[in-house]
């Protein structure tokens, strides 16, 4: 079993803002499971490169997959890669120009990414994938065809490289700027879900899943 905390490596020592850091496994892993976005920088022809895409965590491992053709994933098999997650969780508004931040929660996992060739194992991961976009969801949905794994490419990486950080509070202001008459203070910032949108072409008379409405709710 992996322990708790990540031990730290060159690359992931946090040198600026290090009171800032962690590297608690839990605190990392809620700032993974909280979010469907990630980005996952490679490098193509020599030069980098940074896609956004949906990642979803599964023990100790992260997962991300596209088509077969992505270039951004055939380039990352066997290869070092870098992802990362954040989550804006608001504007500070400070006194100064120099001072103005954002509170944060992000995450850096740097390894290596390997390609899951197994179609039944893959065919696995994409449900956990689907599940982790809509929790229930998988059993009501038509079998994936071996064309449609066949189609999907599904790397991972070991989540051992890691570090997060996160800021919290309100503005942090030069002694001297407290006395000035300037309003400062925090817009928190919250992601949510909106109204569902039946697709124009359900069948009629087909009613909102209850693990599609118990979400939202
Ligand atoms: C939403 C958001 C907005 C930000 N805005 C700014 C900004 O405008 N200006 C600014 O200077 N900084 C900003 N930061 C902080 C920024 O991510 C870096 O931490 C900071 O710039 C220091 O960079 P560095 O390369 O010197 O880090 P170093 O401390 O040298 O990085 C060393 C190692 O620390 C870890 N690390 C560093 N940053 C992070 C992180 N954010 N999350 C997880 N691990 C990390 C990585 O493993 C990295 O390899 C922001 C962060 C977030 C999430």
Known sequence: M???QLSITERTRVKRGHTRASFDRKILYE????TLLCHVGYLRDGKPAVIPTVQWREGDHIYWHGS????ALKNSIDEDVCLSVTHLDGLILARSA???SVNYRSAVIYGKATKIIDPDLKA???ENMVE?????RWPHLRAMTAKEVKATMVLSMPIEEASAKIRTGGPIDDDEDYELPIWAGI???HSMM?????????LQGLEIPEHVSNLVR
């Open 2 to 4: 992996s322990s708790d």
């Open 31 to 34: 700032i993974l499971d909280a």
């Open 68 to 71: 077969s053709a992505s270039r």
């Open 98 to 100: 120099f001072h103005h």
């Open 124 to 126: 696995k991961k994409l």
């Open 132 to 136: 982790k976009i809509m929790p229930g």
């Open 187 to 189: 817009v928190p910032i």
């Open 194 to 202: 909106g109204e569902v949108e039946a697709d124009p072409r359900n």
